[in-house]
């Protein structure tokens, strides 16, 4: 269970209160307006911004002052932050080892993320030879292979097609069955969020709120979020 215990997160003058708790396994979409706090939320739990006060535990143990790489987290950037000198397999084998010094049972174990990925055969490509989705499915082999029991993602299908960014989606929702990860995933498309949470969180007027199912959300939302959707 990831639970955030009377947490508050600062960004500049910003400050974003949460307190809440999601079940382990869970698929969460975190949504609300642009710029209420949704990125500044998962850095938070990733360890990149520190609270200014409160908890942050995973199965009861207290991960507030731990660091970003000793945390249970994989988090995938809106970009997929890959390495433009590195091949595909170079790229995702940084989940396992970051000085690349692979043995060969780990060396497989890459071979076998690209796979499930969609991308055997393209081990030793660069990432400028791939299209956009191939990026997004390397992107998803490195966080495959950190193997980390809560994945974050920061929107990092947004650039994709509709009909490829829906296809990412799936491919990620299958992958957090496979493993049991628990899943939280920034959206700003409520079709996204149907499509793979079954919870959703909404960050608004300076509050992560407590997760809820996404189709209450979404059906009936709050005046904060019905106005950044449209439906005001």
Do not use: C
């Not at 939320?41 to 942050?56: S, T, Y």
């Not at 960014?165 to 628990?182: F, N, P, Q, R």
Request: hydrophobic share 45%; no cysteine; glycine share 10%.
């Amino acid at each position: 269970m990831l639970r955030l215990e009377d947490a508050v997160i600062r960004n500049g003058d910003f400050t974003l209160r949460a307190d809440w708790s999601v079940e382990e396994g869970a698929r969460v979409a975190v949504i609300g307006p642009s710029g209420a706090g949704k990125t500044t939320l998962i850095e938070a739990i990733a360890g990149f911004r520190p609270l200014e006060q409160g908890r942050i535990l995973w199965d009861g143990r207290d991960i507030t002052g731990e660091a970003p790489g000793k945390r249970p987290v994989a988090m995938l950037f809106q970009d997929g932050n890959l390495f433009p000198h590195l091949t595909v397999a170079q790229n995702a084998g940084l989940g396992l080892r970051p000085d690349l010094r692979l043995d060969a049972e780990q060396k497989a174990r890459v071979q076998t993320a690209l796979a499930r990925v969609g991308l055997a055969g393209m081990e030793d490509r660069k990432p400028g030879a791939l299209s956009g989705g191939q990026q997004s499915r390397a992107a998803l082999a490195r966080v495959l292979l950190q193997d980390r029991p809560l994945l974050l993602l920061d929107e990092p299908f947004a650039a994709l097609g509709p009909a490829l960014k829906a296809e990412m989606l799936d491919l990620v929702a299958a992958l957090a069955e496979e493993t049991g990860a628990t899943l939280l995933m920034i959206s700003h498309d409520p079709d996204d969020a149907r499509r793979i949470a079954d919870q959703a969180l909404l960050v608004a007027e300076g509050i992560a709120h407590p997760p809820q199912s996404t189709a209450d959300l979404l059906d009936n939302p709050p005046p904060a979020l019905r106005d950044y959707l449209g439906e005001g």
